[in-house]
């Protein structure tokens, strides 16, 4: 899918902030960009472990909740933490249970069963944990829409909720509730993973007792922080990137053992290695059997114990990654007449694996940008896992369908929620309906943000090194990336395992960069005959103790010489092309790269770009199918074709006449 480029205008004014700030002008330029403008902001963003924490009592009902854990520990009463199944929520229950039982309490731990609890509190749980002799509960990154469950316990149980979750219309009857998003909570980072909130609570629990002033386990702070997907600003970003200096230099045991079985001993441990290999491993317990063996795992303290659970975990995750292949195909063949048309995507199974369909929600966006939704059925209710693109606030368009549904909960870009077999038409047309309403066309083209158009051979190793202050990258930071127009490189090459992933030559032959780009080793005939736009992130490459710039590829696009849509003169040249390839039967066996060669040495030069378009069109008319092996098959006309029954015609002319297409 290609995708618009976005690039940032040069400030005028980041010359003169680069200077006062002591950084390279491209860095200037990118902070000011994100709204760092002053010598003191750029400071705190670039080493953010200089500042201190906010004071946790801020938060609202912080007081309320230090007291009575602390009232608990002291006269000895059970105390349960009550968690999610997400990598933040072992990681936030892990977090708790470990300090309240360091500072002596009698502490356990609950986290629900995916499969026959689901997400949250329930209240069957809170009553067997108050028969089981519990007199408070904690939750931790769960409880905030738990209103009715919270109120049947009043006064049987004592409840404290600790969530991030946007808050719903009425907060639920607790002892307590601390979340930043209370409309009445003072805390300035609105943004903390449920991790962050159990981080701020030990703080308040050290400081009452011990007055000491509370960083440990920061390791484990920062895992569940990344693995959210929250924003990496402010206090998020001063847990991960102390966090993840403690990873590479000594971590708790179980995450040593996490970084072992993914390969990635004796690295500096980075954002992406904990969101790409460290977080999936731990999340594969919770979708696949219990996330207790997560929280078993950051929770010991004996390294050969923790070695096995490790991987058992990573056998888990292979596990996964087969289960979300195998359920990703089965949703993209019911989508097999997707068209430009569909506003947003909403599947359902019967018995797909509930555990793995948030996954697949987000391959599903990966492949069509489209608000994704994959429901399974449990029972007598489908449950689903929802994610959205940019523009679509998730939790607002639920709440606008809520009729159709039992409950929903969730953040701007993910969700969940549960609706009843028989109203998932009615839910299905009214989510639809929603999006075409409130997204424009253009907003169904994925963006690349550019921070700048940089020649390739302009990065040296230490502008790259400086540029890396910027990270921990993820959400509200992201990593910068960088883009060169209309190039052709000196030479691509399809490397790896049957030719997977592609490699290229970048720059002049008297400065060479080399580029990579994972999984996209088709491109290398392409890139043989076309000038591209690329996209990128520099980075070093260390080979033999020689380090150079290389370029890690984001996306390419065909340059604007190649990028010319098919109109009806062109369309019906293609076509006759096309006619002249067919074997008797109609089929015609040659996939894109080839194809485009020879129906380029019949009617002069079309880019690969021009041709799949073309081929988008042919089959939305009923002209073309496309075959199993990646060929095509002429379908005879049987009326009149009106080229504006083709989604990809129409949407295509509609966006030019509109001044969206770029």
């Not at 912080?62 to 602390?70: D, G, Q, V």
């Not at 369909?357 to 489908?382: D, F, H, K, M």
């Not at 020689?546 to 098919?566: G, K």
Request: negative net charge; aromatic residues 6%.
């Amino acid at each position: 899918m290609l995708k618009e480029w976005i690039i940032e205008e040069p400030a005028a004014e980041a010359d003169a902030f680069a200077r006062t700030a002591g950084v390279a002008p491209l860095v200037a330029q990118i902070l000011w960009h994100r709204g760092i403008r002053t010598p003191d902001a750029a400071d705190a963003f670039l080493h953010p472990e200089e500042a201190p924490f906010h004071d946790p009592f801020l938060m609202a009902d912080m007081e309320i909740a230090a007291a009575r854990i602390l009232d608990a520990i002291e006269r000895h009463v059970p105390i349960v933490v009550y968690g999610d199944y997400d990598v933040d929520g072992m990681t936030s229950t892990t977090l708790l249970t470990k300090n309240i039982r360091a500072l002596g309490g009698d502490v356990s731990y609950y986290i629900p069963n995916r499969f026959t609890e689901g997400y949250g509190i329930n209240l069957p749980a809170l009553r067997q944990i108050h028969e089981e002799g519990c007199a408070l509960l904690v939750t931790v990154d769960c409880g905030i829409a738990s209103v009715e469950a919270v109120a049947e316990m009043r006064g049987v149980l004592d409840i404290i909720v600790t969530d991030h979750h946007l808050p719903g219309t009425e907060l639920p009857p607790a002892l307590a509730v601390l979340n930043p998003h209370r409309a009445d909570c003072l805390y300035p980072e609105k943004e903390l993973a449920g991790v962050g909130v159990a981080f701020k609570l030990c703080q308040a629990l050290w400081q009452r007792r011990a007055q000491r002033l509370y960083e440990d386990d920061l390791d484990i702070a920062a895992l569940g922080t990344v693995a959210d997907l929250v924003p990496i600003t402010g206090e998020n970003r001063k847990i991960v990137r102390q966090g993840l200096r403690v990873m590479s230099e000594n971590p708790c045991v179980g995450i040593r053992a996490l970084i072992s079985v993914s390969g990635l001993e004796d690295k500096k441990i980075n954002a992406g290695h904990v969101g790409f290999q460290l977080a999936p491993r731990l999340n594969a317990a919770g979708r696949l059997e219990t996330a207790r063996h997560g929280v078993a795992l950051l929770s010991s303290e004996d390294a050969v114990d923790a070695a096995r659970i490790a991987g058992e975990l990573n056998g888990l995750n292979t596990e996964r990654r087969g289960l979300e292949q195998e359920i990703l195909t089965e949703a993209q063949r019911s989508l097999a007449d997707f068209t430009p048309d569909v506003p947003a995507i909403v599947v359902a199974s019967e018995d797909w694996n509930a555990g793995v369909i948030g996954i697949v929600a987000s391959r599903l966006v990966e492949s069509y940008y489209r608000p994704s939704i994959v429901l399974t059925r449990q029972e007598n209710v489908y449950k689903g896992s929802c994610r959205s693109i940019a523009g679509l606030h998730m939790y607002d368009a639920l709440s606008a369908c809520r009729e159709t549904l039992i409950q929903f909960g969730g953040h701007a870009m993910a969700a969940g929620l549960s609706v009843l077999p028989e109203r998932l038409e009615d839910f299905r047309a009214a989510f639809s309906a929603y999006v075409r309403e409130h997204l424009h066309p253009s907003d169904f083209v994925p963006k690349t943000r550019i921070e700048a158009l940089v020649p390739p051979t302009d990065w040296t190793i230490p502008l790259v090194e400086e540029l890396a202050l910027l990270e921990p990258y993820g959400m509200g930071n992201p990593r910068p990336v960088f883009g060169c127009r209309d190039m052709r490189p000196a030479s691509a090459d399809a490397i790896g395992a049957e030719g997977k992933h592609l490699r290229l030559a970048l720059g002049t032959p008297e400065h060479r960069v080399s580029g990579l780009y994972w999984n996209h080793g088709d491109l290398a005939a392409v890139l043989a005959e076309e000038s591209v736009d690329i996209a990128y992130v520099p980075s070093i490459n260390e080979w033999q103790g020689t380090y150079s710039v290389q370029c890690m590829v984001d996306s390419i696009l065909p340059a604007a010489c190649e990028r010319v849509f098919p109109d009806r003169e062109l369309l019906r040249r293609i076509y006759r092309a096309l006619g002249a390839l067919r074997t008797p039967a109609g089929d015609i066996s040659y996939a894109l790269p080839m194809l485009t060669r020879r129906i380029s040495a019949a009617e002069g030069h079309i880019s690969h770009y021009t041709l799949g378009r073309a081929l988008d069109i042919l089959r939305e008319l009923g002209l073309l199918e496309a075959l199993p092996d990646g060929g095509c098959r002429m379908i005879p006309a049987e009326k009149k074709i009106e080229l504006t029954d083709a989604p990809t015609y129409r949407r295509y002319w509609e966006r030019e006449v509109s001044g969206d297409v770029k």
